[in-house]
Nanobody, 124 residues
Framework: QVILIESGGGSVQAGGSLSLSCAFS??????MAWFRQAPAKEREAVAS???????EYSGGAKGRFTISRDDAKHILYLQMSNLKPEDSAMYYC????????????????????WGQGTQVTVSA
């Protein structure tokens, strides 16, 4: 079992930046990812990172978001810049045992562990 706790969400104006963190503990998980879900929309993948630091991004995140992990500190990060109103959503970190599950397109059902989410709101 893995416990994931997100933090760092908030409100920002368009063009601004936010940094999300996800503290994790418990069993080792090789693949970790960020997902987001806006009201009335399906949960979608944002970025993933393997134990070997291979990173992948959704088309909308590429070039603006950076995922990273510090396994010594047990923290997963998502640095977001040039934020847009359409980035507004609840952001979740998730984890799974297998590096192969980190390849886009990600499948929600592959991820066994989820945090409670942190809200990001971007105003125009």
């Amino acid at each position: 079992q893995v416990i994931l706790i997100e933090s760092g969400g908030g409100s920002v104006q368009a063009g601004g930046s936010l940094s999300l963190s996800c503290a994790f503990s418990g069993d080792r998980r090789d693949c970790m990812a960020w997902f987001r879900q806006a009201p009335a929309k399906e949960r979608e993948a944002v970025a993933s990172i393997t134990r070997f630091f291979t990173m992948e991004y959704s088309g909308g995140a590429k070039g603006r978001f950076t995922i990273s992990r510090d396994d010594a500190k047990h923290i997963l990060y998502l640095q977001m810049s040039n934020l847009k109103p359409e980035d507004s959503a609840m952001y979740y970190c998730a984890a799974t045992k297998y590096n192969s599950d980190c390849v886009f397109p990600l499948s929600l059902s592959d991820f066994t562990d989820w945090g409670q989410g942190t809200q990001v709101t971007v105003s125009a």
